[in-house]
């Protein structure tokens, strides 16, 4: 849907920290004709290691496209003993969505995508249950039903890596997808998986956190969107957010009120992972602004 | 300080939802020539209990102040099957604060005493250090230092036990206080002991929850207060509150913004306990607004 | 799509403040065999007035519905001098939205409606542009094109009206829809117009307002949802909210932001008016919990 | 109080943007034995402007701390047509507060001063009333009343002059200072008055807008921290945060729910400061995170 019209290069990266980093890598990017657009870093001085982002426009850039990786990596990335990426942003990224029965994360994230907000493709659904298939049909893309239980997860899931393939799937969105991913899943998507937890974790993790905040009697509830990893909402944190209730709400009303939490957190780290602003680093993330 | 001018009754009650509560209370209290200045009420549909706070004025009330309980609870509170608790405004209430080393919570408590923002008498600071007997001084407040370790504890709480009787003190705030009160000590003050906990409860129970959230790299920090009951961080939460970190922040830089955060959600909880707004039932609060 | 299985009466209701008028409500409800589901009052204070929000079950109420205005009239509203209304929750409101170019605040508003999170029926979108056709077609609803000059105001607001009446519209959403309405068109709906204007009203009021933030370098957005008035930007204030910016942001950062502000605050006031717990009096709210 | 032990330098500045600036000021400093502990940087990619903060460790640093100045100026400033400021570390700035009569601001500076918290010197509180007198003697703080009225306002601002003067006054907190400064005043210390306004500015500007709030009928209520201008409220503003309100909070409750919003925010303000992380440029602030 949306085409990026840019044709620039994104560095990120992180390595031991040493002083002259940034200078040497502005000093590459200019005098080879790249016009500095973004640059952010952040120097973890606790475990001496320093992070950047950097994006560069390309027109003029005198390494061509498909040789920057290799330069790069010659002269900077072994040196400075980094671990970096270089995407471009002239094809954006396809991204796949998971869904269960609740419409609201995937209503947000589609009006989005529609009113061209993002630079990203959407060319798959995939849903364990058939009630959001009218939403697919609203705007249009595909919607492969998956059903998932104990006995099947494997040869289902088989099916999806198929069509992850087929549809040439950058990343995936759980949406409120209400299956756990198996450990075989997880490792063939690394930092590429972002899901939606309705609560302010680390507090309720598992099922039903809205019931535990309740029980609890907590006077705010949250959201958190967070890369899945093999353990159970205990991936590299993105972005969180709370609303505050009282002691009139009922359950019900937190799982009302947790909507628009969860929908507008997934939406604001889905945007900045397609904005490539998110570095995940052993168990956490530095999000660029 | 604070002497109060009002003169006022002070009704906070729960017991099985039925019709007619409101009716009957608020028409004993017009009946009788009170006027009423505040009545909030809520119905726990999920449980069905009924929960009110009436705040009216003695002044032409026509059953003596001495009396007005034994009216209520003869005429109501057993045929409606009541808790309740009917307090007087004219006596501000005596509060007790314990600290060890960390001020902010307690200047920001002191400041709010010296302002006159409170009705409450505060004629007493414990502490198991030193280190903030200045600040005592400053404000012109008896502290008392009861050091305390695991094998004197039983005869320093003791100790003070003494001290809250002769100061005849109503309720404690631990702003700070980084000791686990006994059991007994626990049950002689139920839901009058308010507690400050540097996280987002039921986040990091226990000891270093800012360098377990720094270590869970969390997108946000909270502070709870709530009563104290014998399970640690465990009792009813009063008030919550957070503010959003980033991955630029160190250990260092967490104690350093959750001192706001710790004292002035503190400071509400304490607000609203003074005000006689919290009304704790089950291991949760109805607060009133 | 929503239809009503509750079968409540709704007052909502304010008068000159006077002890009793609770007690006397709620008995009017008990004796005649209503279950009382809902009640939140608030006594301004300042201005010695009583505001009050009852909902009850009608299936036991003795008092045919048809009946139950004349008797809550003779019998209470002309002796408290109320002002009130009586509403039946049978019937879903009938709310239209108006458009131009944006589809955010539409997006929104329909995502919800769809999942059934309303009791409120949508019948018609108005706009002065052909742009969002295509999000009407794709929830099947009706979409009338009016074009709006300054030439033609009148003409068009009949064809407006006529719409409106035709479709049978209880209440109008501009879901930012970018005409400034006739004093006419206004005094026909009072306090049922609910505008989202893009700013932290007061401050930058008409044209332009996130312009101006960036031009006063403010640290917060906001988004003010308010019931139109004749004055622009002056009505009843709803709702409220901001999100964080910085010196980074431009101005179409702030845009971006914006827009998710923007259909929040403006979804929180629709779903408080669809509850019926908007009282509007004096150019203010009481927004009931 | 806080005697800093740190040895660093500061530059502060900025400067239309060119290509390969970082590069050429990070080598400057890493080739004289600095060691950068900081370096934040951002571009205004609308105006062209380029905004860096650094700040190094002088103990290696083989240019003496009184030449840098000189080397720094010689060798980029001009050539790179900036404006900037270096300090050094090792002199605690010098704060003078204003006070009036409301003490809840002066507390929360006091309170982290003689914490700790700020490397920063606070010689001198001066006021128009007598009231906060006790305040300054429990900090042991010089306090000078000065009375200012129409007709005596330049004599009176020669005295406080003179006392800026004599106590060697960095810049200026006005803790709830109700009195408006002279052009001349403002004049002599350019983006080194930091004001707190009870508003969400640019809502409210001028007096009582606690009143206007409530007449207005907002949800929310703000405050906001700024350097004082020639124009009343319209400086530069560093910070501002919000509290939510009801239709059921009176002025009163307004002003005193208010005072934990602008103490905070006050605070925030003159820690960035302190930390010379606020660089004013033409009406607005950049501030370093």
Known sequence: MTKSTHNNAVLLMHCPD?????????????????????????????????????????????????????????????????????????????????????????????????????????PLIISNHTDLQDVSRQFNIPFEVINITKDNKVEQEAKEFELLEKYNIDFIVLARYMQVLSEDFIHRYPNKIINIHHSFLPAFVGAKPYHAAYERGVKLIGATSHYVTTELDAGPIIEQDIVRITHKDTVADLIHKGRDLEKIVLSRAVEKHIQRKVLAYKNKTVVFA
Not at 22 to 27: G, S
């Open 18 to 122: 040493q002083q002259g980093i940034i200078a040497v890598i502005t000093e590459f990017i200019n005098t080879n004709g790249g016009n500095i657009l973004y640059l952010d870093q952040y120097v973890d001085r606790v475990n001496s290691v320093f992070y950047m982002r950097v994006e560069w426009d390309l027109d003029k850039f005198i390494i061509p496209k498909e040789k920057i990786n290799d330069y790069f990596n010659t002269l900077y990335a072994q040196r400075y003993n980094m671990e970096y990426r270089i995407n471009f942003t002239d094809r954006p990224q396809r991204m796949a969505i998971f869904v269960s029965k609740m419409s609201h994360c995937l209503y947000d994230i589609l009006a989005r995508y529609t009113a061209g907000d993002w630079e990203v493709e959407i």
